[in-house]
């Protein structure tokens, strides 16, 4: 790392400490101390949850399941489905991380039945988002649709420019963290927003990424990557990360999908974007977000709408309206503006 | 100790008493603060998607600014803190990236070399007060006060960098709780999202899920809860109401910054630490005050 350690070598990105570790031992959440805790024969006590529809009410069933050594959800539920629940409904198929049908959610966190390591103590419950056909099993149909809906292919109309066409890793780099998606649907189940329902019209991490695949390939024409961003809804991500923690193929989705397609939606569609171009705008002119500014930008007179609420911050000053309608600047605005530069970013 | 600090924007407009409170208790504790006033905001989620380059500037230079006085990175928002450690992890791996983000800065001679460490105020007072010294401080511990922690998202996601666990498994403010004397209760929220980033063109939805939240608190039997971080914060507390029209029921949960509730086990009056500035009226924790002849020295 030439260019980067002139004196002594940089701060390793995490440095050492437990402040963010902490409770991760007494929690045993690694799969060797998940293992050393439970001896072949040692029965696991095992909920779950089971229903003939959406409609019908769910019940938890427990099950009394022998560990056996190395033992996987997926190996659970297949006792049960031999040795006392012949009518389990639940899907599976590759056994090994390839074909996403497996996900389910135990002790409340979703996870591949075949990737998983059993717990003393679990309960197993279908994803959530999406209606339940049977005990385990959930209808595909809703995301399906949404995947489909946003035509995640490639569109283009100008000829190549040579074969094989040049392309490099580094251009690809965003797309084919995308590639590795199995479409389990645990980040659907996981996303917060699209367990909001229709609240907003946010298409979801699983389609995005899904999306993603083609949307970030340089080689997709503009216009066809402009028409399937209009219809994600993609500014309503509220960044939590919870897709992450639960995908079984480790992609990046906030950081490597969800924020490119951001990127190309606010070049390509940037009505989309006009939230993230005010905070800029008001960073690059002030140094720092001035909330009032921020909101009306934003929500226009519709701001203004909720006037007990506007007394209401006003008489604890939490907000400066002086300060916001003057467009009084903080010390930080001239290096905001040098760096960001007073224009616009807006195309 | 010394750090230098960086309080962000919430920290010095909406939610100003989540600065002051940082500075009596840092203080307190011993540590020293040197406050980063020309630092600007790191770029929330927005930048950071339409306009990379300008991101990685912004918070670059405040850990240029940083190391240029040799100290630490001390800061006080979730947000903040994951902007700042992708920057740097950006910045440590990517040599193009680091050379044009010095270039951008060279015009102020600022110039970073990747030895800045960063830690959230929750890390440093388990990772540099620690618990034995921050046990001896504690002059007026909060017997008996049940307290629902809110981790909020990025201080512990996403998993697998930065050192974050999964982040169930956090303790770190439970842990703190309980060494202030709190009772820590259990409750599905912990580790949950506020909304906050997209509550400036669509509350709704922050509303929707942190009322859950709330909800869930109280049920666990909280008396109020604690954030780490003022956005989540300025959800909790500031749409409280809203909350509370939506689910049709009073909540009426104060919700305490950190540096709050370590100021109160601390000694340290709620009105030193400015808990009246808050939208939820916390009266309930008057009890838990310091008696003047321990508050006030």
């Given at each position: 790392m030439t260019s980067v350690s002139p004196g002594d070598a940089p701060v390793p990105v995490f440095p050492p400490g437990d402040g963010r570790r902490l409770g991760q031992a007494e929690q045993h959440d690694t799969l060797a101390a998940r293992n050393s805790r439970l001896t072949p024969g040692e029965l696991l006590t095992v909920k779950v949850r089971r229903s003939e529809a959406p409609e019908g009410g769910a019940v938890c069933q427990e099950f009394q399941v022998p560990y056996q050594k190395w033992m996987r959800v997926l190996d659970a539920l297949n006792w049960i489905a031999e040795n006392a629940a012949p009518d389990l409904a639940f899907r599976w198929f590759c056994g090994s991380k390839m074909c996403g049908t497996c996900a389910v959610r135990i002790n409340g966190r979703e996870v591949l039945a075949c990737w998983e390591a059993v717990e003393p103590n679990m309960v197993i419950e279908p994803l959530r988002n999406l209606p339940v056909i049977r005990d385990l099993v959930v209808d595909r149909t809703r995301y399906e649709d949404k995947v489909a809906s946003l035509e995640p292919w490639i569109e283009r109309r100008e000829a190549y420019v040579q074969f094989p066409e040049p392309l490099t890793h580094k251009q690809m780099k965003d797309a084919s963290k995308a590639l590795d998606c199995i479409s389990c649907m645990c980040c659907y189940s996981a996303c917060p927003v699209i367990g909001l329902g229709n609240l907003t019209d946010f298409a979801g991490p699983g389609p995005l990424v899904q999306l993603g695949q083609t949307a970030l390939d340089p080689r997709n024409s503009p216009e066809k990557v402009r028409r399937s961003l209009e219809l994600t809804g993609i500014f309503n991500c509220v960044s939590c990360y919870k897709c992450e923690e639960v995908c079984p193929a480790s992609i990046p989705i906030v950081s490597r999908i969800i924020e490119p397609l951001k990127a190309k939606a606010a070049l390509l569609v940037p009505e989309m974007a006009k939230h993230s171009f005010a905070l800029r705008d008001i960073v690059a002119s002030r140094g720092r977000v001035d909330p009032g500014e921020l909101v009306l930008r934003v929500q226009g007179l519709r701001a203004l709408g909720n006037l007990r609420?506007?007394?209401?911050?006003?008489?604890?000053?939490?907000?400066?309206?002086?300060?916001?309608?003057?467009?009084?600047?903080?010390?930080?605005?001239?290096?905001a503006g040098r760096i960001l530069g007073n224009k616009t970013g807006k195309p | 100790m010394k750090f230098a600090y960086y309080p962000g924007c919430s920290a010095r407009s909406t939610c100003a008493e989540l600065n002051d409170a940082t500075h009596l208790v840092a203080s307190k504790l011993g540590l020293d603060l040197m406050q980063l006033d020309s630092a600007t905001c790191t770029g929330a989620r927005e930048l950071r998607a339409i306009d990379p380059a300008g991101f990685y500037a912004l918070n670059v230079r405040i850990l240029a600014l940083a190391e240029s006085h040799g100290l630490p990175l001390m800061t006080i928002c979730n947000t903040c803190t994951l902007n700042v450690l992708d920057a740097?992890?950006?910045?440590?791996?990517?040599?193009?990236?680091?050379?044009?983000?010095?270039?951008?800065?060279?015009?102020?001679?600022?110039?970073?070399?990747?030895?800045?460490?960063?830690?959230?105020?929750?890390?440093?007072?388990?990772?540099?007060?620690?618990?034995?010294?921050?046990?001896?401080?504690?002059?007026?511990?909060?017997?008996?006060?049940?307290?629902?922690?809110?981790?909020?998202?990025?201080?512990?996601?996403?998993?697998g960098r930065y050192g974050f666990v999964d982040s169930r498994n956090n303790r770190a403010l439970e842990r703190l709780a309980e060494i202030l004397g709190c009772l820590p209760i259990e409750y599905s929220g912990r580790t949950e999202c506020c909304g906050f980033h997209t509550a400036a063109h669509d509350e709704r939805v922050a509303i929707k899920l942190t009322g859950q939240h709330v909800l869930a608190a109280k049920a666990g039997g909280a008396t109020a809860m604690v954030t780490p971080c003022p956005l989540c914060h300025t959800v909790l507390d500031s749409f409280q109401p809203e909350m509370e029209k939506d689910i049709d029921q009073k909540l009426d949960m104060p919700i305490l910054h950190l540096p709050q509730l370590v100021g109160l086990a601390l000694g340290l009056s709620p009105e030193q630490l400015k808990i009246d500035r808050h939208m939820v009226p916390a009266g309930v924790l008057d009890g838990y005050a310091a008696t003047a002849s321990t508050g006030l020295k």
């Open positions: 609420r506007i007394l209401r911050l006003f008489a604890r000053g939490k907000i400066d309206p002086i300060r916001t309608l003057l467009g009084i600047k903080t010390n930080a605005a001239g290096a | 740097h992890a950006a910045f440590v791996s990517d040599p193009e990236l680091a050379a044009s983000v010095n270039a951008r800065l060279a015009g102020e001679n600022l110039h970073y070399s990747g030895r800045t460490k960063i830690s959230h105020f929750l890390w440093v007072l388990h990772e540099d007060i620690g618990e034995r010294r921050l046990r001896q401080q504690v002059v007026n511990p909060l017997a008996g006060l049940t307290v629902a922690a809110f981790y909020g998202c990025h201080i512990t996601r996403p998993p």
